[in-house]
Nanobody
């Protein structure tokens, strides 16, 4: 069955970096977009970034543009989220998710369980 497993979260100081991984199984990653979302305590879940399978187009929330980079390695069935210059406002549980198909902007059908990122001094 379709599975998405996030890893790479942890505690980091402001200005630091983390790289999150989303390991996919149960389907061929080549044909699907993958999105990253986050949810901070007391807040609604928000979209952070997405990478399509077609033309490898990438999208970013305004709050992370210039600091986060999404990429994919289809051979490893993994999508990454490189997060640099982290701020306290980036503290959240980060989830990866998959829609039905290769385009971003569609509703997500499958979700991972999330990985916690805490940015604090």
């Amino acid at each position: 069955q379709v599975q998405l497993v996030e890893s790479g979260g942890g505690l980091v100081q402001p200005g630091g970096s983390l790289r999150l991984s989303c390991a996919a199984s149960g389907f061929t990653l080549d044909y699907y977009a993958i999105g990253w979302f986050r949810q901070a305590p007391g807040n609604e879940r928000e979209g952070v970034s997405c990478i399509s399978s077609i033309n490898i187009t990438t999208y970013y929330a305004d709050s992370v543009k210039g600091r986060f980079t999404i990429s994919r390695d289809n051979a490893k069935n993994t999508v990454y989220l490189q997060m640099d210059n982290l701020k306290s406002g980036d503290t959240a549980v980060y989830y990866c998710a998959r829609p039905e198909g290769g385009l971003c902007g569609r509703g997500m059908q499958y979700w991972g369980k999330g990985t916690l990122v805490t940015v604090s001094s």
